[in-house]
């Protein structure tokens, strides 16, 4: 994402409009490469960026939509390119959790002037550690592959017109990495049986929102199997986490939203801002066990153990 940030050319005085609800790393980007982000509340029907709210953030000062797809759902991007074209802006698109996921027929990693993978152990492929940037811009490409290399020219190595990072891949690593691409029809197969188990077992659970499986451009391809827990129970998500952890069931919470983060405010950042469907996200959000070494009777398990506590209440 640092490599995408600054290849797309964003610095001090761009804005960049990207989801409240997000891991940090693209917020974290682009406050690194001195730009601010500007943040869209989420949508309670995908758990993405509403993008209805995309163009009430763009100013004169918007160089970029940042577009982070969440936990299952890709972000809408028919509508997103149609928006970033009207007013000339760059897309990114981070699709670290949407390995081998669709918006209509196109594949997400598809959508950006850059595009952005990660292959940290949890996504649906992985090399222990790292991540791809891909772009179909020949320009961009040289840059990213200056930036991945500390800037070295090839002319003349040690002198330096730009500052890059050592963000280079192994040989190690990516020879994991095509093995892994063998597998990944596997995997997304698997994390959907994964997802509608989860679904079926968990239909008649009192207490529960259960995650966001279609929309019209796209079906779940279930990265996590998060759920919320309603407002009025009585349970706080924390609550079911610790008595999940009795029974050695892992669990994590939601992403905490961007316009919160302790970071962020002591920079100064989204002072008495307000995203009310991210901070309810975050607040009432938890994800339980979808790994893909989960048997089915594991999955089982875990959802009669989640199904017990909630009835118990
Ligand atoms: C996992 C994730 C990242 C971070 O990827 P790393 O490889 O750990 O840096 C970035 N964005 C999203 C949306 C993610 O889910």
Same mark, same amino acid.
């Given at each position: ?106 594949? $997400? ?8 993978? /990660? ?7 992985? $090399? ?15 840059? $990213? ?88 129970? /009585?349970? /706080? ?15 994590? =919470? ?34 339980? =066990? ?24």
């Amino acid at each position: 994402m640092d490599i995408a940030v600054a290849a797309a050319g964003i610095g001090p005085g761009d804005e960049v409009v990207m989801p409240a609800f997000t891991i940090i790393s693209p917020a974290a980007s682009v406050v690194r490469a001195g730009a601010t982000p500007v943040l869209v509340d989420s949508s309670l029907d995908t758990w993405n960026m509403d993008v209805a709210q995309i163009e009430s953030r763009i100013t004169p000062a918007t160089k970029a939509i940042l577009v982070v797809h969440i936990y299952g759902l890709p972000v809408d991007m028919t509508k997103v390119l149609e928006i970033a074209s009207r007013h000339n802006l760059i897309v990114i698109e981070d699709a670290a959790e949407m390995h081998g996921q669709f918006v209509h027929d196109r594949p $997400c990693g598809s959508f950006g002037l850059i595009s952005t993978f /990660s292959f940290y152990p949890n996504k649906h492929i992985t $090399c222990g550690e790292g991540g791809m940037v891909v772009t179909d811009d020949e320009t961009i490409a040289e840059k $990213c592959r200056g930036y991945r290399n500390l800037c070295f020219q090839p002319q003349r190595r040690f002198v330096h017109e730009e500052l890059g990072w050592n963000y280079r891949m192994t040989n190690m690593q990516a020879a994991v990495g095509l093995a892994q691409l063998e597998k990944l029809d596997a995997h997304v197969l698997r994390k959907h049986q994964i997802g509608e188990r989860y679904l079926e077992r968990l239909s008649r659970t009192p207490g529960l929102v259960l995650p966001p499986v279609e929309a019209e451009h796209a079906k779940s391809i279930f990265w996590v199997f998060g759920v919320l827990v309603k407002d009025d129970c /009585s349970l /706080s998500p924390a609550d079911i986490m610790t008595r999940l952890a009795e029974q050695k069931i892992g669990t994590r =919470p939601f992403f905490f939203p961007m316009h919160q983060q302790p970071v962020f405010k002591k920079q100064g950042l989204f002072q008495s801002e307000t995203y009310p469907v991210a901070e309810k996200l975050a607040e009432r959000g938890l994800y339980i =066990p979808s790994g893909l070494g989960l048997s089915d009777e594991e999955i089982d398990l875990v959802a009669e153990a989640v199904h017990d506590i909630m009835v118990s209440v």
